[in-house]
């Protein structure tokens, strides 16, 4: 892996997305290309503490994506930027089917179709390193009509991810109980304002979270 101008990209559904702007044309706006998320955290965090490692943060989150929407556009989105390290966060739209009308993706689908996407970047991108977030859900908000099957179901996207990470040497990222252990600590609404989508202050305990775990991949201990 090269020591310097190394390429990040993270990848997932709104919750990396951050209003971020996707159209081409838009990209001469650099104030606007990272979004309002735990990726644009990082991305300044780790570009002011080191300069000299010329680090080159991209992000592709789509909002309402799947894992097979991700899949789906990784000819467009993942494989022409050749990244480095590639950081993954989804599932929580593959979840019970109950919000935005969406069909929900069984355990076993999800994972099958996870590992077919990280297959194909192993094959066609060798020396690329993988980040795998857990996927997660807090107790407040909308999700709160049925929360016991949202958490269920998280904590079955969470164990595949886990099991994924294991199998392709990838860097796992543990959120779910992190969050727990905050809400713990101060109101939900702190940091997760509908029960899916994390705070400023929510997306700042996960871009310390992403630096702690994936850190050694980028030579930062």
């Given at each position: 892996?090269?020591?310097?101008?190394?390429?990040?990209?993270?990848?997932?559904?709104?919750?990396?997305?951050?209003?971020?702007?996707?159209?081409?044309?838009?990209?001469?706006?650099?104030?606007?290309?990272?979004?309002?998320?735990?990726?644009?955290?990082?991305?300044?965090?780790?570009?002011?503490?080191?300069?000299?490692?010329?680090?080159?943060?991209?992000?592709?989150?789509?909002?309402?994506?799947?894992?097979?929407?991700?899949?789906?556009?990784?000819?467009?989105?993942?494989?022409?930027?050749?990244?480095?390290?590639?950081?993954?966060?989804?599932?929580?739209?593959?979840?019970?089917?109950?919000?935005?009308n969406f069909v929900p993706t069984p355990g076993e689908k999800y994972?099958?179709?996870?590992?077919?996407?990280?297959?194909?970047?192993?094959?066609?991108?060798?020396?690329?390193?993988?980040?795998?977030?857990?996927?997660?859900?807090?107790?407040?908000?909308?999700?709160?009509?049925?929360?016991?099957?949202?958490?269920?179901?998280?904590?079955?996207?969470?164990?595949?991810?886990?099991?994924?990470?294991?199998?392709?040497?990838?860097?796992?990222?543990?959120?779910?109980?992190?969050?727990?252990?905050?809400?713990?600590?101060?109101?939900?609404?702190?940091?997760?304002?509908?029960?899916?989508?994390?705070?400023?202050?929510?997306?700042?305990?996960?871009?310390?979270?992403?630096?702690?775990?994936?850190?050694?991949?980028?030579?930062?201990?």
């Open positions: 892996m090269k020591d310097a101008g190394m390429t990040i990209l993270f990848t997932g559904d709104s919750l990396t997305d951050g209003n971020r702007y996707k159209k081409k044309e838009q990209r001469w706006d650099l104030n606007h290309q990272m979004g309002h998320t735990y990726a644009y955290i990082v991305n300044g965090l780790l570009g002011c503490r080191y300069p000299e490692r010329q680090f080159r943060f991209f992000s592709r989150g789509v909002s309402g994506n799947r894992i097979v929407d991700l899949y789906a556009r990784s000819e467009t989105d993942l494989f022409p930027l050749k990244p480095d390290v590639l950081s993954v966060l989804v599932g929580i739209n593959d979840g019970p089917g109950d919000r935005n994972e099958h179709l996870y590992r077919l996407m990280l297959q194909e970047v192993k094959e066609r991108l060798p020396e690329c390193r993988m980040v795998l977030m857990e996927p997660f859900v807090c107790r407040t908000g909308s999700v709160m009509e049925n929360y016991p099957v949202w958490k269920a179901h998280t904590e079955s996207c969470g164990q595949a991810v886990r099991r994924l990470a294991e199998e392709f040497d990838a860097v796992f990222v543990p959120l779910q109980e992190k969050f727990d252990e905050v809400c713990r600590n101060y109101p939900v609404e702190y940091w997760c304002w509908d029960g899916v989508h994390p705070t400023e202050n929510g997306h700042g305990m996960m871009a310390l979270e992403w630096i702690r775990y994936a850190g050694p991949l980028l030579g930062i201990s």
